[in-house]
């Protein structure tokens, strides 16, 4: 049985839903961002008390084929953006589109229409996101978060953050941690 959870965005994530499963006495779960495969079948009670326990800390069950899809693009451009960064060969609209087996302007079209944004805007908003991050841990050059990003140079992430935010790296990096955002609130 394959159930789709909503809201999962990162290794953390998994452990949480991984120990819920775990707790309501199913063992033999892989779990995956935004997804968990269960090998055996779940009584209904047994799966009201994780829906209950998910909901407790901030994830819930996808019942909605649409909104199934969307929450699989996400995962996917968060997947992108956080830790295979650097891989992809083919451009975005490509890759999820074969990821997903969907048209991608049906995607695009359902992401817009249920999301209010469009994907490369959400990309976008993660990537800078990601960008903050990296900006606050101190720990790379600009030109090497650019790189790691996918940008083709430091002057592209440069204008693309400051139209985003109002701020250039270097006078965000001085007010750091007060201005960002948590990867399911982008």
Do not use: W
């Not at 499963?21 to 090998?39: C, I, N, S, Y």
């Not at 695009?108 to 993660?126: A, P, Q």
């Not at 083709?152 to 250039?168: C, E, I, N, R, Y």
């Not at 790296?169 to 399911?184: A, E, H, L, M």
């Amino acid at each position: 049985m394959l159930i789709y959870i909503k809201n999962m965005v990162c290794n953390r994530c998994v452990m949480v839903v991984s120990s819920i499963f775990r707790d309501a006495g199913l063992h033999e779960t892989e779990v995956q961002l935004g997804k968990v495969q269960v090998k055996n079948p779940i009584s209904t009670e047994t799966l009201k008390e994780i829906e209950i326990q998910l909901k407790k800390v901030g994830f819930e069950i996808i019942n909605d084929s649409k909104v199934r899809i969307i929450e699989q693009v996400k995962n996917y451009i968060i997947d992108l953006t956080y830790i295979h960064s650097a891989e992809i060969k083919s451009n975005y609209s490509d890759y999820l589109a074969g990821q997903l087996h969907l048209d991608y302007n049906y995607l695009s079209t359902l992401f817009s229409s249920v999301e209010g944004t469009t994907i490369e805007k959400y990309m976008i908003n993660l990537k800078i996101e990601r960008v903050k991050e990296l900006l606050v841990y101190d720990e790379k050059t600009l030109s090497e978060i650019a790189l790691e990003m996918g940008y083709s140079s430091v002057a592209h992430l440069s204008g693309q953050f400051k139209k985003v935010t109002g701020f250039t790296p270097s006078y965000f990096k001085k007010i750091g941690n007060q201005k960002r955002k948590p990867v399911d609130k982008v």
